[in-house]
């Protein structure tokens, strides 16, 4: 459902039944898939990375709502994945600009309209963001340029400008 690659050219994918998978091409011999934690399997449909001297770090986000994280080392012995927080939203993306404090989630809510979340390292929690119904329809990508803007694009020709923790409409792309 969606892919991410690391400044080292490791690739990491997510999608149904919440597999996550990674490679570095040309060294690992096969990719390695863990399973998200829980008892139940949703389908993650967005992917970002924050590169560490280790090894990125990667969020995904799913239809459930939930967000995970997972640390080098991606094998099987060590298995740093966990979930990393849940809200009340049907995910879609997540993206960042290169730190925790910029990571923003984006999808729609139970009545079809554009909902948002911050992770706010103070509290360690995600904050809503977008809410209230403002915006009709799913955000299905994001892509934050700094601690100040970001942008999302969703249904319907829906784009959305964040520029001071303020979320406005841009004219409709179709």
């Known amino acids: 459902k969606a892919v991410w690659a690391a400044a080292d050219g490791r690739v990491f994918a997510v999608g149904e039944a919440g597999k996550i998978t990674t490679r570095l091409p040309n060294s690992d011999p096969d990719c390695f898939t863990p399973t998200v934690p829980g008892a139940s399997f949703p389908t993650l449909y967005g992917i970002t990375g924050i590169e560490q001297p280790t090894g990125p770090t990667l969020y995904a986000v799913a239809n459930t709502g939930k967000i995970f994280k997972w640390k080098a080392p991606y094998n099987p012995a060590t298995v740093n994945l966990t979930e990393f927080g849940s809200v009340r939203a049907n995910l879609r993306a997540v993206a960042s600009a290169g730190s925790e404090d910029t990571l923003l989630a984006v999808g729609g809510d139970e009545n079809n309209k554009a909902a ?58 179709f």
């Open 116 to 173: 948002a979340y911050r992770y706010d390292t103070a509290s360690a929690s995600w904050q809503p963001d977008l809410q209230g119904g403002a915006f009709d329809g799913f955000l299905r990508g994001v892509h934050v340029t700094d601690g100040r803007f970001a942008y999302a694009a969703g249904e319907n020709g829906l784009v959305l400008k964040r520029s001071g923790g303020v979320w406005t409409s841009l004219p409709a792309a």
